[in-house]
């Protein structure tokens, strides 16, 4: 009978902690988050989104832009999880390639930028401690992230615009087979 009721109490523990966590997310980031998509939406209303758009597909237009610059400034700017709204400016074909070169930026900025992505920052003090436990320099560690992340991000991105392209090819040949 002990071993039916501490499963059961563990059962609904499982559920409140479920619920403290959606708390903690109400009362912290949700309102952050309304907050900067209320912003940058306003913004683009006051500047018109036939215009930043058209700024968008130019500057876009460019595979190091589309890759590296736009997700390091929607990172950098809008933080993580909001960064990923930067893509609504791009064409349907690039937006796969966008969200996976910025959603892998996330990290790589974090030691340079903490701002970008506090959650993920006990990732980076945890490998940081170790490296400063063993007298290494932690700014050196912080650039070479950064700079990695750089070049990750740019591949991934070339490398999903292809997958995506081949995907988009394939059903646009099976509709028209129908």
Request: proline residues 4%.
């Amino acid at each position: 009978m002990d071993a039916l009721a501490r499963a059961a109490e563990w059962f609904i523990g499982l559920f409140q902690q479920g619920g403290e966590t959606f708390v903690g997310q109400v009362t912290g980031i949700l309102p952050t988050l309304i907050v900067l998509i209320t912003f940058v939406n306003s913004i683009v209303k006051l500047v018109g989104e036939e215009k930043v758009q058209r700024l968008a597909q130019k500057a876009t237009g460019n595979i190091f832009a589309r890759y590296i610059i736009l997700p390091v400034l929607a990172v950098f700017f809008l933080t993580n999880p909001m960064c990923y709204t930067f893509g609504k400016f791009l064409d349907e074909k690039y937006k796969p390639a966008f969200y996976d070169a910025a959603v892998s930026f996330v990290h790589p900025i974090t030691g340079l930028f903490p701002h970008a992505n506090p959650a993920e920052l006990f990732v980076y003090l945890g490998i940081t401690e170790g490296l400063r436990q063993l007298g290494y320099s932690l700014g050196g560690i912080a650039i070479r992230y950064f700079i990695v992340g750089l070049i990750v991000i740019f591949i991934r991105g070339i490398v999903t615009e292809i997958i995506t392209a081949r995907m988009m090819k394939r059903r646009y040949q099976a509709e028209s087979s129908k």
